[in-house]
């Protein structure tokens, strides 16, 4: 992604997730052709960003190379492809590489792999039960959601000691 331009968007859900699906649209890098909305599922376990055939293919999206894919059951010679992202803030990434998936999936056109990922912080929280994902790229500074609550516990410590101070400067009072 264009490295001097932040970006960033969020996404909420209404209960805690277990699958993380973001609509977004991708484009050919040659023709500029743009897609319908897609789902794109964000998966920290997958090494590389993988599209379904029937989105590379409804897109005519042109192959660049043959790659193997395998898992431990199977093993797939499959397509590479060049597409960009249209993330949900508008913002075009740079064309980026995507492997063919051979399998027909129902729930999900295109996975977002740790090649990517990687490349982005992304932070992800539950509140309320509710699901907020969030992304900025490049990165601005570390996420650090433990020492930012030990800061928090520290200054409710110190807020809650010193309105102790003051119910005992006050139950003092009235003794006297």
């Known amino acids: 992604m264009n490295s001097d331009i932040i970006r960033w968007f ?101 996975l977002i792999g740790m090649d990517i990922l990687s490349q982005w912080d992304f932070a992800m929280s539950k509140r309320n039960w509710n699901t907020l994902i969030s992304f900025v790229t490049p990165s601005q500074q570390p996420i650090d959601l433990v020492n930012k609550y030990k800061q928090v516990a520290h200054l409710q410590t110190q807020e809650q000691k010193r309105l102790n101070g003051h119910n005992n400067r006050k139950k003092n009072k009235k003794r006297k």
């Open 10 to 110: 969020s996404t909420e859900y209404q209960w805690i997730q277990r699958k993380l699906l973001i609509d977004i649209n991708l484009i050919d890098p040659y023709f500029q052709k743009e897609s319908e909305s897609v789902k794109w599922l964000i998966d920290t376990w997958a090494t590389c960003c993988m599209i379904s055939k029937r989105i590379a293919d409804r897109l005519w999206l042109i192959s660049v190379w043959k790659s193997e894919i395998s898992t431990a059951w199977w093993s797939h010679i499959v397509n590479k492809y060049l597409t960009k992202l249209k993330l949900p803030d508008n913002f075009i990434s740079d064309a980026i590489f995507v492997t063919e998936w051979p399998l027909d999936n129902q729930w999900f056109d295109v």
